[in-house]
């Protein structure tokens, strides 16, 4: 049974979990056919809370606080979306381009002066990673080279950084989980936080060397534990519901960005604007 991995997922109570593609399994010695349920990196992270953010909760009201974080969480997923697009070697015609939410916009602009300010050349966008081994699995924003260097990118989409700690961690289980699906690629020597401030339409970015990366990897295996400590119990019992409901193992659904700073997931929004894009330019800078 030859099934379509990267796009299935499955959402329960406790978070988003990917399912191990059967060519990994195989990859791994272990039956294809098996069905290897691996959660999220943002769900993971979801077990640690940024004061800041309680904080912002407390001052604005939950209901609030919500609001903001779902229209923020649209506006990521249309930014991701859009950026795949371009990363692609399509271009925006200027119709489409009135049609786009400005803070999307923002986050356009900075993600092309980002670009030009580090002359990136993207090689894999939106890759789906897995860690058997381990046992996670995400969607890492970009693959491509810094001159002569392999290195990665991942975007964050906001008014600021997001927390570099909880970014930094996020990246280097991207990093381990690359390796391990792809062992044969050039080592990744890099990685970059990347804000994309959608207000001013501006960029920063925090660089991790390898070291670093190996640092942050064994600061996000202590988030694990603590989450499968917290998680578990109840994550096997809403995981099978989940599949029961959705028809058995054999459930697909189609897979939605999901925003680390949210914890859930968005809701594919940027497709709509993508579906009558022509190939034509738009300065975006």
Request: with cysteine.
């Amino acid at each position: 049974m030859t099934r379509p991995a990267e796009k299935r997922h499955l959402y329960d109570p406790t978070g988003r979990f990917y399912a191990a593609p059967d060519w990994v399994l195989a990859q791994a010695g272990r039956d294809p056919n098996e069905v290897v349920w691996l959660p999220a990196v943002s769900t993971i992270l979801d077990i640690y809370q940024h004061p800041s953010l309680r904080n912002w909760y407390g001052r604005v009201g939950i209901v609030e606080a919500e609001r903001v974080r779902d229209q923020a969480g649209i506006w990521g997923t249309q930014a991701h979306s859009l950026i795949e697009y371009m990363m692609k070697g399509n271009k925006i015609d200027s119709e489409t381009w009135n049609g786009i939410p400005d803070p999307v916009k923002n986050s356009l602009r900075a993600w092309v002066r980002w670009l030009q300010a580090t002359r990136f050349k993207p090689a894999h966008a939106e890759k789906v990673v897995c860690s058997l081994k381990y046992g996670y699995a995400g969607t890492l924003d970009a693959i491509g080279e810094f001159g002569k260097m392999w290195g990665m990118a991942d975007w964050k989409t906001g008014k600021g950084l997001f927390p570099s700690a909880l970014g930094f961690m996020q990246i280097a289980a991207y990093h381990r989980a690359f390796h391990e699906t792809y062992p044969n690629h050039p080592r990744i020597k890099q990685a970059r936080l990347v804000g994309l401030n959608r207000e001013t339409g501006d960029f920063q970015q925090q660089i991790r060397s390898a070291k670093q990366i190996t640092h942050d990897f064994h600061h996000f295996m202590y988030g694990m534990k603590l989450w499968r400590y917290i998680k578990a119990p109840d994550d096997v019992e809403a995981r099978d519901q989940a599949i029961r409901e959705k028809g058995g193992d054999n459930a697909k659904e189609e897979p939605q960005r999901q925003e680390a700073t949210r914890g859930q997931a968005g809701n594919g929004a940027g497709q709509q604007i993508l579906s009558t894009a022509p190939a034509e330019a738009t300065s975006y800078a």
